[in-house]
């Protein structure tokens, strides 16, 4: 008989969530978190004691700054008797903060830079707006996944702080390398944003696909240029992420090896390398159980993957 006293960590504590956010809609706690912040010095891991911790905010009764920091020990502070400092919850409160994605709202109109299209060649068109960075065809109506709109080449989360002080083409590459670092996340199964377990849970095959690679132009019937698309949902936070199968050659090390063999770099670091993706093949082997295989050509020489249900690699050949 198992032990129905044990504690379910299988999905959030809404309750406890609600307490959080409650606990952070007071300015005055708010201030408390970012002067622990600020006081916290790499070199000296010593808490701060009360006395420093007063003088860094501008509440000046004593009773209200102990009043305020007694609610914050529950989720974001550790007392001890040495003083007060940020438990992880709250740095990552803070982080946030600073990041200015509660706070700012910045926008950056489209601007072209110097990245071609992956499809077309075309000039591309880098902006933001509503926490969003976009990145345009200004020559094709390209459509990769149906929740984007035609023309967009992609468009993911990126932090306000990402933009700071940065070029167009800046932020286009720190974008790229940001996501491309959380697609590698997802496709492992791990969330992006809360490290929780983020499984596959569909892979849609369209039934009459039929795109214009000539115009560059998405199929009618699944909305997309691509045949398979990829669906990941967080089962905590349920963050989804949906993309080509084809993203998934991205993390195979017998792909990187192939394309080095010929001169080259596979790092999906920059949009070039994700055009190399657009000349595999791909062919359904079955759908009970479900094998799909891709294959990539260079010269006189082909690899072939074979992937399952799960998209794990079952059959690599190289000829």
């Not at 349920?238 to 017998?254: D, F, H, K, V």
């Not at 070039?272 to 093949?281: G, I, N, P, R, T």
């Not at 079955?286 to 799909?292: G, K």
Request: net charge negative; aromatic share 10%; glycine share 6%.
């Amino acid at each position: 008989m198992g032990n129905s006293s044990r504690k379910d960590t299988s999905q959030p504590d809404t309750a406890a969530t609600t307490e959080a956010f409650k606990l952070l809609s007071d300015e005055t706690r708010l201030e408390l978190l970012e002067a622990l912040w600020e006081g916290d010095n790499p070199t000296d891991s010593s808490p701060m004691r009360f006395a420093d911790l007063r003088e860094r905010v501008t509440v000046s009764d004593p009773g209200q700054i102990h009043y305020h920091l007694d609610k914050l020990t529950a989720h974001f502070v550790r007392h001890s008797e040495e003083g007060y400092e940020l438990r992880e919850s709250g740095k990552r409160i803070v982080r946030m903060l600073l990041s200015g994605i509660a706070l700012e709202h910045p926008e950056v109109e489209p601007v072209g830079i110097d990245v071609s299209c992956p499809y077309c060649g075309g000039q591309t068109l880098c902006s933001y707006r509503d926490g969003w960075r976009y990145l345009e065809c200004a020559d094709c109506d390209v459509r990769c996944v149906p929740s984007f709109p035609p023309g967009v080449i992609s468009m993911s989360e990126f932090p306000p702080s990402g933009v700071r002080n940065r070029t167009p083409n800046e932020i286009g590459h720190a974008d790229w390398i940001w996501t491309a670092h959380r697609r590698a996340s997802v496709i492992d199964g791990v969330c992006p944003e809360c490290a929780g377990d983020m499984p596959i849970t569909s892979i849609y095959i369209c039934d009459d696909h039929q795109p214009d690679w000539e115009e560059y132009q998405f199929c009618e019937h699944c909305e997309s240029i691509f045949w398979i698309l990829v669906t990941h949902v967080c089962e905590q936070c349920e963050y989804r992420w949906s993309m080509p199968i084809s993203n998934y050659l991205t993390r195979e090390p017998a792909v990187t090896a192939f394309y080095y063999d010929y001169g080259i770099d596979f790092d999906f670091s920059t949009p070039e390398q994700f055009a190399l993706l657009l000349d595999v093949e791909q062919e359904l082997l079955s759908e009970d159980p479900l094998r799909i295989r891709m294959t990539i050509r260079l010269e006189n020489e082909e690899l072939t993957l074979t992937y399952d249900d799960q998209l794990d690699v079952i059959s690599t050949d190289r000829s």
